[in-house]
């Protein structure tokens, strides 16, 4: 699965972003049986998960974004989001979204999310 990740920017700490992760070629029933996440990677760290959404609609989030993220997911439009609220200079990576279904993973390219402080 093809998967398209954008939304990100510059943005002042304590702003908000929604980052959106689209899957325009794929079908319906083959998008909303997948798990969605997102990650990020921070310039000389390690890519680290952030959020994921199972196909049933669980939610679970690294602690540090505990209360400030959410991720949701549209299967009818084939889209998963992360909103992104009081943002914190330590947000600033690239974000990738991924979607995992039994032995087969896909991830997006990345969009960047730059917080001044």
């Known amino acids: 699965v093809q998967l398209q990740a954008y939304g990100g920017g510059l943005v002042q700490a304590g702003g908000s972003l929604r980052l959106s992760c689209a899957a325009p070629?794929?079908?319906?029933?083959?998008?909303?049986?997948?798990?969605m996440g997102w990650y990020r990677q921070a310039p000389g760290n390690e890519r680290e998960f952030v959020a994921e959404?199972?196909?049933?609609?669980?939610?679970n989030y690294r602690d540090s974004v505990k209360g400030r993220f959410t991720i949701s997911r549209d299967n009818g439009k084939k889209r998963v989001y992360l909103q992104m609220n009081s943002l914190k200079a330590e947000d600033t990576a690239v974000y990738y979204c991924?979607?995992?279904?039994?032995?087969?993973?896909?991830w997006g390219q990345g969009t960047l999310v730059t917080v001044s402080s």
């Open positions: 991924r979607r995992v279904a039994g032995a087969l993973v896909d």
């Open positions: 959404i199972t196909s049933g609609g669980s939610t």
């Open positions: 070629n794929s079908i319906f029933s083959v998008f909303s049986v997948g798990n």
